[in-house]
């Protein structure tokens, strides 16, 4: 019995060793160099890191040698939202080298991740493709030319004589860690950043875009038939409500009442007295004078009956007060008032505004005004906004005014742009801190904004050196248009940059062992 529990303990140690080694392999630049004499073939992985059209593949796989099957793990992500691909078709082909292709199919192990057991027969450098067919994307990974050797110690030789990676600085940031969080690269490219000068801007409606309903006079306000609310879409012409005006003097609407029934008694009078004189004109018994007198003041009986409906007809329901509609079709902005409040004259009652294009009027200083030559765009970034938006002439937006006076207070010129708000993101009176261009600019590698945070007073980005692999890089940046920095010096077109999610891959550089164990493949 004591050598079987001892048999049990050795097995369940060897099993727990087995999996701590799983979970702290070494990451993809040094498992690509590294193999040792004692290692057999299966320790001596590779890593690839491509980009498609429509996505991204990170490959982990063994040295290829002819006859032996080895495990290929492919990490598949969308480049629209960086999110793992969840199905499709996933092809590893080996062509080239005057030999026919050997093709084997991945297959979907969980979100992200396929896998497949390749086994090449043919020696000799071959070309890798990786192919994925999805509902609605076909994409193509060229790994490029590989090396299929003859059997495990060419694979061996090959291992050692590779350049090995330096492993300093390296930030390992898994991509099952990646998926779950808000997570983005992008490729530095080559852009013409154009010079600006600051300035300090507004967001108004356009001139024709906006509109005050206020009182024409003293009375009541009363909906029509509901009262308006904020944010509520309205027509041009639409009724907003009804005001009753205010009853003069001591007037009530207990009198006007009473006007208007003494009208309707006094009307059936006269009718009844006319009709009866035309009866005793028709029997020749009355001069026909009589009988004209009779209509005539039937005539004015009438009149006073219509003079005393619309004295009343504000105070018998909304209907019958002044209505007040919208000049334009557009958003309800304000509403100043309730119903049945009291109403001054000239007091303003609704705001209404279209906000499916603004402006932007951009204050600038007097100092700078003489870089500008023709303001042919800004942009800005509004209170309570992180993404800057860029205003260029042709593309959705304008320049409507450019002022040729200098303000007497704020010693600044002030430029109009329009630009489109389809969205409705931004509202009528947000400042924003805003900059026109001046007409000039330079070419230069260029990275999100996001990308680039202040780390103890410098300009710091993390660069992709692989799938699961970043390094942090200082950079010098030059000028800013939008969302981009122009960058002068650490950086060269073709890298790739973190621009999301880059706190958390400081985090991971910061705290390895949370974010880059326990890799599940």
Known sequence: MKKLVIVLLAGTALVG???????????????????????????????????????????????PVAGEAGDYALHLTRLSDFKPVAEGEVSIVFSGGGQPAESFTALPDKPGIFRALVQPKIVGKRRLIVTLQAKGVTDEHDLGEVEVHADDAAAHAAA????????????????????????????????????????????????????????????????????????????????????????????????????????RLALDMATQDRQRLEGLLSLEAIPERRVMEARNQEAAARAQLDAASKRISPYQGAKGGIALRSPISGQIAAVNSGPGAAISQGQALFHVANLSKLWLEAQIPEALVGRITRPSGAWFIADGHDHAEVIEEGKAGRLVAFGGVVDKESRTVPALFEFDNAEGRFRIGMFAQARVFTGTGEEAPAVPASAVF?????????????????????????????????????????????????????LAASAPASLSHGHAH
């Open 454 to 506: 202040d780390d103890n007073g410098a300009s710091v980005v993390f660069v992709q050196t692989g799938g699961e692999s970043f390094e942090r890089r200082p950079v010098v940046l030059g000028v800013r248009e939008g969302n981009h920095y122009a960058v002068k010096a650490g950086l060269s077109p073709g890298e790739r940059v973190v621009s999301k999610g880059a706190y958390q891959v400081k």
């Open 17 to 63: 060793a087995g999996l701590y080694a799983a979970s702290n392999r070494p990451g993809p630049a040094k498992a690509a160099t590294e193999a040792h004499s004692d290692h057999g073939h299966g320790e001596e992985r590779l890593s690839s890191l491509t980009f498609a059209a429509a996505t991204e593949l990170f490959m982990e796989y063994p040295t």
């Open 160 to 263: 050692e004589a590779a350049p090995h990676a330096e492993d300093g600085g390296r930030i390992s940031f898994l991509k099952e860690i990646q998926w779950k969080i808000d997570f983005a690269t992008e490729e530095v490219r080559l852009r013409t950043i154009r010079d600006s000068v600051p300035a300090t801007g507004t967001l108004k409606a356009r001139a024709s875009d906006e509109a005050v309903i206020a009182a024409s006079g003293i009375g009541v306000l009363l909906p029509s038939p509901d009262f308006p609310r904020i944010g509520q879409q309205v027509e041009k012409g639409q009724i907003l409500a009804y005001l009753v005006p205010q009853l003069g003097g001591e007037t009530d609407s207990a009198s006007l009442e009473l006007d208007l029934r003494k009208a």
